[in-house]
T-cell receptor, first 111, second 116 residues
């Protein structure tokens, strides 16, 4: 079983709509969470990181973290076709350490 | 900044042959990571170096796989006696390794390995 579970597996969003992605770790040692975005045929690129309880916003992207439940969520507002990609959640007990990734959520934004 | 460089970008080997994959981290980055990505297993951590020293190889298959970092400008991942199940995209990433900027890992373009 994956130690980092992501849901849903896939998501279809209309252009301008909101996409909400979820991620939960089953490893109680985890303390750091990242969200990476991977466009088709490309390598993953870090989108946002969150290490403290609460919310963090950068442009159209917002992440939430609940450390007690080891749950993080990523919300994309005003979705654009360029947001169509595989979104990977990663977790780690410490910085500068190998990351454990979930299988990802594939987001498709249609015009 | 050229980013993380990986060579070759594609490699085809026959079953039982050896494959060596190369990674050049971003200049100034002291941490280097190797991952493997497949459709079924997703993105899996293999091994990690900091300041050229091996720190964690918990994700490496114990047989046939080895990694080295002989100097600060390159790391190699060697797979001996390749098997069809080794077919994957092998990704190298580097980070500052100091905790600054949450130590973001920057990924290279990957090497797509196909074992026939």
């Amino acid at each position: 079983q994956q130690k980092v579970q992501q849901s849903p597996e896939s998501l279809i969003v209309p252009e301008g709509g909101m996409a909400s992605l979820n991620c939960t770790s089953s490893d109680r040692n985890v303390d750091y969470f990242w969200w990476y975005r991977q466009h088709s045929g490309k390598s993953p690129k870090m989108l946002m990181s969150i290490f403290s309880n609460g919310e963090k916003e950068e442009g159209r992207f917002t992440v939430h973290l609940n450390k007690a439940s080891l749950h993080t969520s990523l919300h994309i507002r005003d979705s654009q076709p360029s947001d169509s990609a595989l979104y990977l959640c990663a977790a780690s007990p410490n910085y500068a350490q190998g990351l454990t990734f979930g299988l990802g959520t594939r987001v498709s934004v249609f015009p | 900044n050229a980013g993380v460089i990986q060579t070759p970008r594609h490699k085809v080997t026959g079953k039982g042959q050896e494959a060596t994959l190369w990674c050049e981290p971003i200049s100034g980055h002291s941490a280097v990571f190797w991952y493997r990505q497949t459709i079924v297993q997703g993105l899996e951590f293999l091994t990690y170096f900091r300041n050229q020293a091996p720190i964690d190889d918990s994700g490496m298959p114990k047989e046939r796989f080895s990694a080295q970092m002989p100097n600060q400008s390159h790391s190699t991942l060697k797979i001996q006696s390749t098997q069809p199940q080794d077919s994957a995209v092998y990704l190298c990433a580097s980070s500052l390794g100091t905790g600054v900027n949450q130590d973001t890992q920057y990924f290279g373009p990957g090497t797509r390995l196909l074992v026939l």
